[in-house]
């Protein structure tokens, strides 16, 4: 599966990577959604670094993880997006439901 998550406090990450179309996003969204359900966290983190083609099936796993954590106050922060990934996400709008952070960008937790 292309996606590796870990939890740290109550922080969970997910590492996606390779091609993040309708054929892998299923996969991706039921195991983060798992670990949400399980660990509760007060952050999830969408670690785009590894991600080497996005299609629509990424805005829609972006939005409704964004859906999902409303239910519980957390945030989501999308991180290492690369450029041409970060682009279609800003010009979808995803800035106004997440922390979109470029490639090679620091990202910092909320302790």
């Known amino acids: ?3 590796r998550i870990e939890t740290s406090g109550e922080v969970v990450t997910a590492y996606l990577s390779g091609e993040l179309d309708h054929h892998a996003a299923r996969g ?9 359900d399980r660990d509760m966290p007060t952050l999830l ?3 785009f670094g590894e991600v080497t083609f996005m299609d629509s099936s990424g805005i ?7 859906r999902k954590l409303q239910q519980t106050g957390a945030e989501l922060h999308v991180a290492n997006t690369p450029p041409h990934i970060y682009k279609v996400m800003k010009l979808a709008g995803l800035e106004k439901l997440a922390k979109l952070e470029k490639g ?3 990202h910092e937790t909320r302790q």
């Open 60 to 66: 829609g796993l972006v939005m409704g993880r964004y």
């Open 45 to 47: 983190i969408l670690d």
């Open 28 to 36: 991706i969204r039921e195991a983060i959604d798992a670990a949400v």
């Open 104 to 106: 090679g960008e620091r």
């Open 1 to 3: 599966m292309p996606v």
